[in-house]
């Protein structure tokens, strides 16, 4: 189903188990960089290797009494670990290992999200070329505009996603940083050299100045490129919620066999695919600005980002790659109506030439003002009464003393505003 989360790796990113592994990685990186500076015993480090593990259940009996979950993690590491468990942690602060760690679940969750992207670039692709020369109505606050093409739709689609694509791996470098320098980022306990090793180790680059933490508009720089990509996701539904109408029926989302609209009406087939997404967004977009609150601590740091950050950073992750995953479904099923969309464009008369008309008039020495005046009254007419622009504009004694009856119908030509379609396709797609 349309419907069905299809990526659990990103919900597992964010299970305790994963981020606890996380936490000793950390700790494994340091307490191994401090082994190379001669700070560690090699005999220790090698116990601390080989039983380093933790026990969630026994964390979280832990937390219950000590309230606090970095103390917990570490008390059930070195149960396991023994006495050489006192080296474990040395030097450190929480945030360093906390703060490291979070970078680097992250960065996973920004390669799930890019690689959700290259799949949704995928089937715009196609799409576009599929329907790269299928005319359709272009509107303008929904009234209908000039013709164009829908395989422009996904080309737009397209080209936002390339954008998507590069904030995203821009966020995921700026979120690409650790700090291992010990309580307000002095390295009072520790030589700056332990940072960069285990950065090095960790494939991170070291925060340059920290306090207790890692600054936070890194993180809300990486929670503002997901609620981008969310509001691009949204823009693309917006538009397939408009095109599914019933008056306007040029596009729907898939419908399965069995699948129902209504409880009380038997023949809706509703866009819920496409106002779930709409819905969502709401979501990342709100966990953006928590993100945006989270930058402005007391001092060298305070804890009113982090229960913030345990549900937001998570929760938007997560949304993104559900949402990415179920618009790539929605668009490579999507139902499409060429006959339509020609139907739609003949219902306005062919209304939408106005502007090739006013401006043949200029180009005939009429001003403006005027050939604008002329064009216009035509085209109310036409609209009021339901019938031929091009006959009213033929026999209306202003415009035929400049444009013949000929001339006229010249300009009532659909391919007029198709032949450009190749020369954007190749901007778009041969970059």
Not at 123 to 129: G, K, M, P
Not at 144 to 158: D, N, V
Not at 279 to 289: D, K, M
Request: with cysteine.
């Amino acid at each position: 189903m349309i419907a069905r989360y299809t990526r659990p790796e990103m919900g597992k990113l964010w299970e305790p188990a994963n981020r606890f592994q996380k936490w000793l990685e950390v700790e494994l990186a340091v307490c191994e960089a401090w082994a190379e500076m001669g700070e560690i015993p090699a005999e220790a480090l090698k116990v601390i290797r080989e039983k380093a593990v933790f026990s969630i259940a026994r964390i979280d009996e832990i937390e219950m009494t000590v309230k606090h979950d970095v103390i917990a993690f570490l008390t059930s590491v070195a149960e396991k670990v023994g006495p050489e468990s006192r080296f474990i942690h040395k030097g450190l602060t929480s945030s360093d290992v906390v703060d490291t760690a979070l970078s680097l679940l992250m960065r996973q969750a920004a390669d799930i999200i890019t690689d959700d992207l290259k799949k949704l670039m995928t089937v715009l692709r196609e799409q576009a070329f599929v329907h790269k020369n299928t005319p359709c109505m272009g509107r303008s606050h929904g009234i209908h505009a000039e013709p164009m093409t829908f395989g422009l739709k996904f080309a737009l689609w397209y080209e936002d996603s390339k954008r998507n694509l590069r904030r995203i791996e821009q966020a995921k470098k700026t979120i690409e940083v650790g700090k291992i320098s010990g309580a307000v980022g002095t390295f009072s306990n520790m030589p700056p050299q332990l940072e960069e090793q285990v950065c090095r180790k960790l494939g991170l680059q070291p925060e340059p100045v920290a306090t207790q933490v890692i600054q936070r508009d890194r993180h809300a720089e990486f929670m503002s490129a997901l609620a981008l990509v969310a509001g691009c996701i949204e823009k693309i539904a917006v538009e397939i919620r408009h095109l599914q109408r019933t008056e306007v029926l040029e596009a729907e989302e898939p419908f399965t066999t069995g699948q129902k609209g209504s409880s009380a009406m038997p023949h809706k087939r509703n866009p819920i695919g496409s106002e779930n997404l709409s819905g969502l967004a709401r979501l990342v977009r709100s966990n953006a600005f928590a993100a945006m609150e989270d930058i402005a601590l007391w001092h060298e740091r305070d804890i009113s980002h982090s229960s913030v950050e345990r549900i937001i950073i998570p929760d938007s992750t997560i949304l993104i790659d559900y949402m990415l995953d179920r618009l790539t479904g929605i668009l490579k099923g999507l139902q499409i109506y060429p006959q339509k969309m020609q139907m739609n464009i003949d219902k306005s008369y062919g209304l939408y030439n106005s502007q090739r008309v006013l401006l043949a008039l200029v180009d005939k020495g009429v001003s403006r003002e005027d050939a604008y005046s002329w064009v216009q009254r035509n085209a109310m007419e036409s609209w009021a009464k339901g019938v031929s622009f091009m006959k009213l504009l033929q026999k209306d004694k202003d415009i035929k003393t400049h444009l013949s009856p000929h001339d006229i119908e010249a300009l009532f030509d659909l391919e007029h505003y198709l032949r450009n379609i190749e020369f954007i396709f190749d901007r778009v797609f041969n970059d």
